[in-house]
């Protein structure tokens, strides 16, 4: 017998075999649909925004105010409050939520307290964004007597993000693996040490694409920012946190729906430039990843 | 070893439960400075439970429940203020070898670091000398900067004791470190192992009777959480042996 027989008698498909392929081809191709379906929206939304708004993005549109009841001018005002909306609601959500992340992840005891606020973070996430915003005009705006201000937009957007940002915090710390705590605990290291050196650095990467995530979405909502701190029409910059500002995303709506005789392509163009600044964000935060985890030690 | 060795290590009554399962059942012994006590019983017999009772590891263990007590030099281990320094006076090598996820280098001078010393020739010195002795120097002395983990199995393993001596330790404890080692690399250990009972006690687990036989000064043999017997090699290797059990269990018969 030649060698090729021999080959061929030991690695030819069965019956078996084919069978298992066929359905692995059919699986493959399913899954490939489904994931085709999901661009689809996507891009039609691009392409949709594209078409429609580009022709409005002109410099005078980037860097100046609305004039003329909103019907001409640009959306600069409302870039520069998103900014500050998001830098403020960001300064004070990711320190809280990664710290309260590191606590119940690190140090909380298992018990049903433990349990309990771990609960009421996941039930927290799901509140709908217009709950956030009623309970940030009775909380910050009222109670705490900080008006309808930056700052009670931004506490009321970074009280919205704050769940999913202590989530995805515990997440990334509980994929280092349990030994490595072990290891550095017997090594006579404590816990804040071993948190320091050993478990914070192997998932930084985790941690903040999470946050950036939640950025992203704070930037998009409309109603927790509407009754606490967004402006309707303000040509001017916010000077402080205790001004109001002009925001993208309730412009977007304002020109949509508010108010008549805007040119057609103004609500495409301010999308465009609202997507066009999320989708920076995330691919920021893609990118802060790959190069974490290209870090990664293990 | 005669009564007049100084006791390093006592430990009276000692018992722990895992929510409510009994995993060591009252155990009194003791260990002399300087000796190699070996540790040998067949799975579930309550070894690594007893090793974590030494280090207060099992305090981590959070449905771990322990009575009785475990002495170092006289002192309770469970009534110091400071648990790490604890821990630091104790090398531990566990049966998995687990690299940090740092370089070879800092794997070993991690535990130094954390103790606040940071001068640079001494913890070079210091790094040199705990890789020698646990016989990985001259494997890893040009990649220092390599990954710990990235070492083979044997030589992660070898780097865990060199980290566990780092601290330059009173009380070596070894949990069936052999498992992931080569039988060449293991006797290089051993042979390491029997120079450093110059310096530090050493408690041994380990599920090589041979290897107790060769290195151990005495030997105790864990059955189901129970001491079953503890006594010279010379007596616990021979036909001698006070349980009938501690017999069948080094001729191979059960375990
Ligand atoms: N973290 C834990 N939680 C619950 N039970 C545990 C835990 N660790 C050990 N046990 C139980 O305690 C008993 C003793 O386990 P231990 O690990 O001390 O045995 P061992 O002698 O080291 O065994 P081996 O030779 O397999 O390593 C076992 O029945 C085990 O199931
Ligand atoms: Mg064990």
Same mark, same amino acid.
């Given at each position: 017998?030649?060698?090729?027989?021999?080959?061929?008698?030991?690695?030819?498909?069965?019956?078996?075999?084919?069978?298992?392929?066929?359905?692995?081809?059919?699986?493959?191709?399913?899954?490939?649909?489904?994931?085709?379906?999901?661009?689809?929206?996507?891009?039609?939304?691009? #392409?949709?925004?594209?078409?429609?708004?580009?022709?409005?993005?002109?410099?005078?549109?980037?860097?100046?105010?609305?004039?003329?009841?909103?019907?001409?001018?640009?959306?600069?005002?409302?870039?520069?409050?998103?900014?500050?909306?998001?830098?403020?609601?960001?300064?004070?959500?990711?320190?809280? #939520?990664?710290?309260? #992340?590191?606590?119940?992840?690190?140090?909380?005891?298992?018990?049903?307290?433990?349990?309990?606020?771990?609960?009421?973070?996941?039930?927290?996430?799901?509140?709908?964004?217009?709950?956030?915003?009623?309970?940030?005009? #009775?909380?910050?705006?009222?109670?705490?007597?900080?008006?309808?201000?930056?700052?009670?937009?931004?506490?009321?957007?970074?009280?919205?993000?704050?769940?999913?940002?202590?989530?995805?915090?515990?997440?990334? +710390?509980?994929?280092?693996?349990?030994?490595?705590?072990?290891?550095?605990?017997?090594?006579?290291?404590?816990?804040?040490?071993?948190?320091?050196?050993?478990?914070?650095?192997?998932?930084?990467?985790?941690?903040?694409?999470?946050?950036? +995530?939640?950025?992203?979405?704070?930037?998009?909502?409309?109603?927790?920012?509407?009754?606490?701190?967004?402006?309707?029409?303000?040509?001017?910059?916010?000077?402080?946190?205790?001004?109001?500002?002009?925001?993208?995303?309730?412009?977007?709506?304002?020109?949509?729906?508010?108010?008549?005789?805007?040119?057609?392509?103004?609500?495409?163009?301010?999308?465009?430039?609202?997507?066009?600044?999320?989708?920076?964000?995330?691919?920021?935060?893609?990118?802060?990843?790959?190069?974490?985890?290209?870090?990664?030690?293990? | 070893?005669?009564?007049?060795?100084?006791?390093?290590?006592?430990?009276?009554?000692?018992?722990?439960?895992?929510?409510?399962?009994?995993?060591?059942?009252?155990?009194?012994?003791?260990?002399?400075?300087?000796?190699?006590?070996?540790?040998?019983?067949?799975?579930?017999?309550?070894?690594?439970?007893?090793?974590?009772?030494?280090?207060?590891?099992?305090?981590?263990?959070?449905?771990?429940?322990?009575?009785?007590?475990?002495?170092?030099?006289?002192?309770?281990?469970?009534?110091?203020?400071?648990?790490?320094?604890?821990?630091?006076?104790?090398?531990?090598?566990?049966?998995?070898?687990?690299?940090?996820?740092?370089?070879?280098?800092?794997?070993?001078?991690?535990?130094?670091?954390?103790?606040?010393?940071?001068?640079?020739?001494?913890?070079?010195?210091?790094?040199?000398?705990?890789?020698?002795?646990?016989?990985?120097?001259?494997?890893?002395?040009?990649?220092?900067?390599?990954?710990?983990?990235?070492?083979?199995?044997?030589?992660?393993?070898?780097?865990?004791?060199?980290?566990?001596?780092?601290?330059?330790?009173?009380?070596?404890?070894?949990?069936?470190?052999?498992?992931?080692?080569?039988?060449?690399?293991?006797?290089?250990?051993?042979?390491?192992?029997?120079?450093?009972?110059?310096?530090?006690?050493?408690?041994?687990?380990?599920?090589?009777?041979?290897?107790?036989?060769?290195?151990?000064?005495?030997?105790?043999?864990?059955?189901?959480?129970?001491?079953?017997?503890?006594?010279?090699?010379?007596?616990?290797?021979?036909?001698?042996?006070?349980?009938?059990?501690?017999?069948?269990?080094?001729?191979?018969?059960?375990?």
């Amino acid at each position: 017998m030649s060698r090729g027989e021999t080959e061929h008698t030991d690695f030819s498909a069965t019956p078996m075999t084919e069978a298992s392929h066929s359905r692995q081809k059919i699986a493959r191709a399913f899954l490939g649909i489904a994931t085709a379906l999901l661009l689809l929206p996507l891009f039609a939304i691009i #392409g949709l925004l594209v078409t429609h708004g580009m022709s409005a993005i002109t410099a005078e549109f980037l860097l100046e105010a609305p004039t003329a009841g909103m019907t001409a001018g640009g959306i600069y005002p409302a870039i520069i409050g998103t900014l500050w909306l998001i830098g403020v609601s960001l300064a004070v959500a990711a320190p809280i #939520g990664i710290m309260a #992340g590191i606590y119940l992840n690190e140090y909380a005891p298992e018990n049903w307290v433990t349990r309990m606020i771990n609960l009421a973070i996941v039930n927290l996430a799901g509140v709908p964004s217009i709950v956030h915003a009623l309970f940030g005009v #009775g909380a910050f705006v009222l109670f705490l007597g900080l008006g309808t201000s930056i700052l009670s937009a931004s506490l009321t957007l970074a009280v919205m993000t704050l769940p999913v940002i202590i989530a995805s915090t515990k997440e990334a +710390l509980a994929s280092v693996p349990v030994a490595f705590r072990h290891a550095s605990w017997t090594l006579g290291a404590s816990r804040w040490q071993t948190i320091w050196h050993i478990v914070l650095p192997n998932s930084v990467s985790g941690i903040l694409t999470g946050v950036i +995530l939640q950025v992203s979405r704070a930037a998009g909502e409309t109603a927790p920012i509407m009754f606490t701190g967004a402006a309707f029409y303000l040509p001017f910059l916010p000077q402080s946190v205790q001004d109001q500002c002009m925001a993208l995303s309730m412009h977007l709506f304002t020109v949509s729906t508010q108010v008549p005789n805007v040119p057609e392509a103004f609500p495409y163009a301010t999308a465009l430039v609202l997507l066009t600044l999320v989708v920076t964000f995330n691919f920021f935060s893609i990118g802060l990843r790959t190069y974490l985890r290209a870090r990664r030690k293990w | 070893m005669s009564d007049l060795a100084k006791k390093k290590i006592e430990v009276s009554g000692l018992s722990v439960s895992y929510g409510g399962v009994t995993a060591l059942d009252s155990i009194s012994l003791d260990v002399y400075e300087h000796e190699i006590l070996s540790i040998i019983g067949p799975a579930n017999a309550g070894k690594t439970t007893f090793l974590n009772c030494i280090n207060r590891m099992i305090d981590s263990i959070p449905d771990a429940r322990v009575q009785g007590t475990v002495k170092i030099d006289g002192d309770d281990v469970r009534q110091v203020r400071d648990v790490n320094a604890l821990r630091r006076r104790i090398g531990m090598v566990f049966p998995l070898p687990v690299g940090l996820p740092m370089s070879i280098y800092d794997n070993v001078a991690y535990a130094p670091r954390m103790a606040g010393k940071t001068d640079k020739t001494r913890l070079d010195e210091l790094v040199e000398r705990c890789l020698r002795q646990s016989a990985l120097f001259d494997e890893v002395k040009d990649r220092m900067g390599d990954l710990g983990t990235k070492l083979s199995g044997g030589q992660q393993q070898r780097l865990t004791i060199a980290r566990a001596l780092s601290m330059e330790p009173e009380i070596l404890c070894l949990d069936e470190f052999s498992i992931a080692v080569d039988p060449v690399t293991t006797m290089r250990i051993e042979e390491v192992l029997k120079e450093l009972r110059k310096e530090v006690t050493i408690v041994l687990v380990t599920n090589l009777v041979q290897q107790a036989k060769r290195l151990a000064d005495r030997t105790a043999l864990f059955l189901d959480g129970k001491l079953i017997e503890l006594d010279s090699n010379e007596i616990i290797f021979s036909r001698r042996t006070a349980d009938q059990r501690t017999f069948q269990y080094v001729q191979g018969l059960f375990g």
